[in-house]
């Protein structure tokens, strides 16, 4: 049970360059979500997936795209990367049917540095 | 949305000695609140939840924290520090409004003096 796992682990891109980045989870949980941590700030939702087929945007959803691939993987695209996109990403899941309760649980995260 | 306050961007404490880590939070009618914990380079860890079952919340590695309304607080205490507590730690709290997903504070660093 690997529980959250994210690819790649660090990654570095040149200003405009595009990647996705992976997230997939074997805890059949319904919800997932992708965020962003920035020194300082905390963790700032960028997209969410509530269900397989649905997607909405977060706090911070400029300059991403994502796709629920089905219920284990949801992906997040930077189509044109900028250097304000360097942070750390991590995607989280949880099971969706205890509501507010549930407890989610985090992937290991991607370093991204946007030269 | 709903909001936390973490009190204090940095806690140092010495080995052994008692720690106390202050989240306020927003009002709200039923807040769903949460502690995780950070370890260098690591993901994140839950440490305990508050679902209203019981206002005082035991979690894992002998933290526990205390839901008190008339204060809006939910602050996290372990009675005797251990280097291994030394991390990043968020309160955190679901964001409401309709908008799924967490809100967290801006984090407190606990440093552990030898």
């Known amino acids: 049970n690997a529980g959250v796992t994210q690819t790649p682990k660090f990654q570095v891109l040149k200003t405009g360059q595009s990647m996705t980045l992976q997230c997939a989870q074997d805890?059949?949980?319904?919800?997932m979500y992708w965020y962003r941590q920035d020194p300082g700030m905390g963790l700032r939702l960028i997209y969410y997936?509530?269900?397989?087929?649905?997607?909405d945007k977060g706090e911070v959803p400029n300059g991403y795209n994502v796709s629920r691939l089905n219920k284990r993987e949801f992906s997040l695209r930077l189509e044109s990367a900028a250097p304000s996109q360097t942070s750390v990403y991590f995607c989280?899941?949880?099971?969706?049917?205890?509501?507010?309760?549930?407890?989610?649980?985090f992937g290991p995260g991607t370093r991204l540095t946007v030269l | 949305a709903q909001s936390v306050t973490q009190l204090d961007s940095h806690v140092s404490v010495s080995e052994g000695t008692p720690v106390l880590l202050r989240c306020n939070y927003s009002?709200?009618?039923?807040?769903?609140l949460f502690w995780y914990v950070q370890h260098p380079n690591k993901g994140l860890q839950l440490l305990l939840k508050?679902?209203?079952?019981?206002?005082l919340v035991k979690g894992i590695n002998g933290f526990e924290a205390e839901f008190k309304k008339s204060e809006t607080s939910f602050h996290l205490t372990k009675p005797s520090a251990h280097m291994s507590d030394a991390a990043e730690y968020f309160c955190?709290?679901?964001?409401?409004?309709?908008?799924?997903?967490?809100?967290f504070g801006k984090g407190t660093h606990l440093i552990i003096q030898p």
């Open positions: 989280a899941s949880r099971d969706g049917l205890a509501g507010v309760t549930d407890t989610q649980y």
């Open positions: 955190v709290r679901y964001s409401g409004g309709g908008a799924d997903g967490l809100t």
């Open positions: 508050y679902t209203s079952a019981a206002t």
């Open positions: 009002s709200s009618y039923s807040p769903s």
């Open positions: 997936s509530a269900s397989e087929g649905t997607t």
């Open positions: 805890m059949n949980h319904n919800s």
